[in-house]
């Protein structure tokens, strides 16, 4: 049986690093990091998160700013809000959350997002940071996926790596992020021929698709390292919904080395990651240099 990869447990870890660099930052230099939340519209999901995001970064001794505006805010008034934001020194980082409702152009309202204050690493100049090498702001549950290979497997060099999805938030970042840790990496989706046949090479597969449970024991190379991006609502049967990965859990831990299990693997670690950028982006806003309880 599969060794059970302990997300919650290492964000809480890092939480706990990142709380006592904020810390040093009030004591030393007078800096409380700031980070600005936008909800726009009511979107049950989205309320949870951002209502997670506020209680976590008030904890870890950040100041916590939301604006939450209603689904039929104009395109122009969210801009203007962002740029009001870029200009506040109290706000090192900014984070829109997604998705926006319809009449909203999503890329332009990520790019109108100081680059230093993209914290979420969506910013095209962020984007195209990172898949040059260059120092940026890095995307938040990518960073969370790398890091835990990392604690579970030490150096990730010359391991073949199947990341399963392409989307711009996970597939795509957690690609380059793997790239840069010298892996082999494939990426598939929804029109890989084979998708089964390419998932068993992996030493590492990440699923990041968004099915329920699409990822089946069969699928996994014996002994492989298997990172489960999915969160799932389905119907439990009873009446009841339960939450599930995009990996069909029970057979691939037959199979896996370790596996993130869904409630409790990589998603607390993406709120984790948030905090660490929010606290690196004001670091280097004030040309203070990134604390080593920072370090992935
Ligand atoms: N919606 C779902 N995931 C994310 C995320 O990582 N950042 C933002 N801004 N919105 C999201």
Redesign the pocket.
């Known amino acids: 049986m599969a060794t059970t990869i302990k997300g919650k447990a290492f964000a809480a870890g890092l939480r706990e690093r990142v709380t006592a660099v904020v810390a040093e930052l009030v004591t030393h230099h007078g800096l409380r990091p700031g980070l600005a939340v936008v909800l726009v519209g009511e979107d049950p999901a989205?309320q949870v998160?951002v209502r997670n995001k506020g209680r976590q970064t008030m904890e870890a001794g950040m100041e916590s700013i939301e604006h939450r505006l209603p689904a039929s805010t104009r395109e122009e008034d969210l801009l203007a809000l962002i740029h009001r934001l870029n200009d506040d020194p109290a706000v090192h980082g900014i984070?829109?959350?997604?998705?926006l409702p319809g009449h909203i152009d999503e890329s332009k309202v990520i790019n109108a997002i100081s680059v230093h204050k993209d914290i979420?690493g969506?910013h095209i100049e962020n984007v195209g940071k990172l898949s040059i090498g260059e120092e940026s702001l890095v995307?938040?549950?990518p960073s969370g996926c790398v890091m835990l290979l990392k604690d579970q497997l030490g150096d990730l060099t010359g391991k073949s790596a199947v990341v399963v999805g392409r989307s711009n938030?996970v597939g795509k970042p957690v690609a380059m992020l793997l790239l840069k840790e010298h892996c082999t990496v494939t990426i598939a989706h929804s029109r890989t021929r084979d998708l089964a046949a390419v998932c068993r090479e992996a030493d590492i597969l990440v699923a990041a698709v968004g099915v329920p449970e699409m990822v089946k024991g069969d699928w996994i190379k014996p002994g492989a390292t298997v990172i489960d991006v999915g969160i799932n609502r389905i119907d439990g049967g009873d009446g009841k919904t339960r939450l599930v990965g995009d990996v069909d859990y029970a057979g691939a831990s037959e199979a896996a080395g370790a596996i993130t299990p869904v409630p409790g693997g990589v998603g607390p670690m993406?709120i984790a990651c948030l905090l660490r950028n929010t606290v690196i982006a004001a670091c280097r806003q004030h040309g203070i240099p990134v604390p080593d309880g920072l370090q992935g």
């Open positions: 989205s998160y984070l829109v959350q997604l998705p979420d969506f995307p938040c549950t938030i993406t």
